[in-house]
């Protein structure tokens, strides 16, 4: 007999060994710089997930994490010429902590409250990125961010960069999956159903609330580091209200809670407007058709969509075989 | 008169008349909200189409100022009604952040299809009557400014005798304080929230076309102009509707002289400055009474 955890690592190991793999096939530089930015997204897809679909709580700020992480690395290492990694791990600690600060009193908030205040945070955080021009560079960006470096070997080519992206991701990805299993999935879970039933059997929803927000800030600050030294160019505009909602599609349409879906979801709008890129301009009506028609059909996302879907073919299968007998 | 004052003073009143203009939108979420809890995020795009519209009407079709205002407004109203009908009643009863993901969808798809009718430029509409400026004590202003608080004024005065003493504003108010017993009585609710959408359409698009001559319009104005409509009614609280007026033309007024003597640049950032702080300390908002969490 199959554990659920054991099928869950068997699961994990295939899609990791999968991925791994994948560079051999996709030899196209092209490709695998698509890969890499599919890598990133799933990282702060998951991140956002974990806010979302384990919590039940919205954020449509959560591009400011991303940008937070992207602009203290380029900053710290163009301007002050710090390691790139101690940089990346206190631009994680940064945005920790500022997701933690604000997280009190915005996790207070609920619903649609709280969607509107984390839009307010994120474009807050956007206008300055904008204007404090002296050190962002402002709306022209900021460039030549190093690569990062181990030794000999130095992340400029797209090989260099999937791999540091995908094990990264990876990691992040094992961790959500066995954070769903703990007890904090659970308090989590409880939390997302109800609120107060939650309170009632003793969980700080709140402090919860909180601790969740700044582990997923922290992801999400992480990605924003990898992304600066990966494109070694960033400009305001990817950190924008516009890529908040991008994301919170990705988790949608991924499936609220699910870890693969939220790769899924990631691939899918990361791949998709290279597709419409012929439509110019198409991709935002798509985008927004998207939300509304997972939203209503699929609630629960592609993946559980589609689970439901192929249940219903087999079990009309079963019932004409039944027939036929 | 001073050249300080007379500054002091058009920022006053670009203040006002930015004001008066979140003042309406915020109306149209309060509208909303209160007969069906939800925020609707794609309030903001009504205000663009309000602008763009009757700007495609005026210009490009060549029909005059009158029939391009009324033709705009109702269709804005009509594309209000039919996002309710398809988007939000089959989800009645779905938990909150599904009700948000699709009116942002909803939003994201308007403001889109906008961009793909009508183009990414920037457009001036033209000022209704004119732009030489009115000198009143010594400072300017604009005829279109009057224009703003004369429909601002209009609009406050008719929805106040609407909610008040019409049937339906009567019994949309039944609804929004408790949709269950207004239907017992023998109010369509289904029909009050329809109306509710129409009504916020049709306030949000009118907003939209008396500012569009002040700031220009384009398809991607909606989503500030709804932001800012949306911390005017927090300000003001949700449930009381002189507190929204109020609310928006703090908020302009806090704005304009923001902008004018600390820094420009900041502007859009002192809206979110004070959606945040109002959000944190009083969510009830400023004029508002306390609500109490229903389980």
Sequence with gaps: MITEEKRQIFIFLIFALALLAAPVF??????LTVLVFIGIHTMLAVALNLLMGYAGQISLGHAAFFGLGAYLSGILTTRFGLDPWLVIILAALCAAVVAFVIGFPILKLKGHYLAMATLGFGIIIYIVFNET??????????????????????????????????????????????????RI?????????????????????????????TVSAFISAVAGSLYAHALTFISPASFGFNFSVELVTMVVVGGLGSIY??????????????????????????????LIIMNMFMPGGLISGLEMLAQKVVLKIKKKRHADA | MDDNYRQLFQYILSGLANGSIYALIGFGFAIIHNATGIINFAQGEFVMLGGMLTLFFLVFCGFPLAPSIILSVLIATLIGISFERLAIRPLKNAKPIRLIIITIGASIFIRGAAMLVWGKDTHALPAFSGTDPLYLAGATIMPQHLWIFGITLLVIFFSRIFFNHSIIGKAMRACAYNAQAA??????????????????????SLAGIIIAPLTMTSYDVGIMLGLKGFCAVIIGGMSSGLGTVMGGLLLGLLEALGAGFISASYKDAIAFIILLLILFLRPQGLFGAKETERV
Excluded at chain 1, 26 to 31: G, M
Excluded at chain 1, 185 to 213: P, T, Y
């Design chain 1, 261 to 290: 879906g939220s790769f899924l979801g990631a691939a899918i709008l990361t791949v998709l407007p290279e597709f419409l890129r012929v439509f110019e301009d198409f991709d935002v009506v798509i985008y927004g058709l998207l």
């Design chain 2, 183 to 204: 239907s017992l009585v023998g109010i369509d609710v289904k029909i009050m929230v329809m109306i509710s959408f129409a009504i916020s359409a049709a306030i949000g």
């Design chain 1, 185 to 213: 999935g659970r308090a989590l879970r409880a939390v997302h159903d109800s609120e107060v039933a939650a309170r009632v059997m003793g969980i700080n929803a709140w402090f919860l609330k909180v601790q969740i927000f």
């Design chain 1, 26 to 31: 996709f030899r196209e530089s092209y490709l």
């Design chain 1, 133 to 182: 021009v002296d050190w962002t560079g402002g709306p022209s960006g900021l460039s030549s961010i190093p690569s990062l470096q181990i030794g000999t070997i130095i992340f400029d080519s797209d090989l260099y960069n999937y791999y540091l992206v995908w094990i990264i991701t990876l990691c992040v990805m094992l961790l959500s999956i066995n954070l769903s299993q703990s």
